[in-house]
T-cell receptor, first 114, second 112 residues
């Protein structure tokens, strides 16, 4: 079992650009959540996808959007990048949307915005 | 709104000594509580969770945590620390289908 995988590992963009991050969930998991972890901070919930729909959303602007595919993999898109978007982006998967389930995290994508 | 507080940025403990990493929470209703560990340049790994039942929860790698409803706390403990336990520890709270809220993390340093 490969666990949760994310790509790319690192990414450097400039302000105003757009970025797409990708995530494949752990085998058997159908729910994917995305988190932003700024340096020295805990992960901040961005949104959760289940059955190809956004089910919950944290306090992030519409510049952050996502998608889930029929095979449960997911993408996170960020438009009009700001310097403050520099962070580690974590994908987590779980079996179902109930957040009483533990989440399995990927290694993250380190995004640097210059 | 739900929240989690981890009052210590860093905890230092000698190898072989017991360790405690503190966590308090605020949520309406009954909480679901979690501890995760993060090693450098890695994602988070699940350690243990409290959903309901016994207040003492046992998890991976010899860790345990005690749920205290009256003090709204969920402290992480281990009887004997290992150098390999050195990492960043996050407490998290959720309530059913609500989003998970993480604390800011506590760096545990186990000194040989």
């Amino acid at each position: 079992d490969a666990g949760v995988t994310q790509s790319p590992t690192h990414l450097i963009k400039t302000r105003g650009q757009q970025v797409t991050l990708r995530c494949s969930p752990k085998s058997g998991h159908d729910t994917v959540s995305w988190y932003q972890q700024a340096l020295g901070q805990g992960p901040q919930f961005i949104f959760q996808y289940y059955e190809e729909e956004e089910r919950q959303r944290g306090n992030f602007p519409d510049r952050f959007s996502g998608h889930q595919f029929p095979n449960y993999s997911s993408e996170l898109n960020v438009n009009a990048l700001l310097l403050g978007d520099s962070a580690l982006y974590l994908c987590a998967s779980s079996p179902g949307t109930g957040l009483y389930n533990e989440q399995f995290f990927g290694p993250g994508t380190r995004l640097t915005v210059l | 709104a739900q929240s989690v507080a981890q009052p210590e940025d860093q905890v230092n403990v000698a190898e072989g000594n017991p360790l405690t990493v503190k966590c308090t929470y605020s949520v309406s209703g009954n909480p679901y509580l979690f501890w995760y560990v993060q090693y450098p340049n890695r994602g988070l790994q699940f350690l243990l969770k409290y959903i309901t039942g016994d207040n003492l929860v046992k998890g991976s790698y010899g860790f345990e945590a005690e749920f205290n409803k009256s003090q709204t706390s969920f402290h992480l403990k281990k009887p004997s620390a290992l150098v390999s336990d050195s990492a960043l520890y996050f407490c998290a709270v959720s309530r059913g289908y609500q989003k998970v809220t993480f604390g800011t993390g506590t760096k545990l340093q186990v000194i040989p």
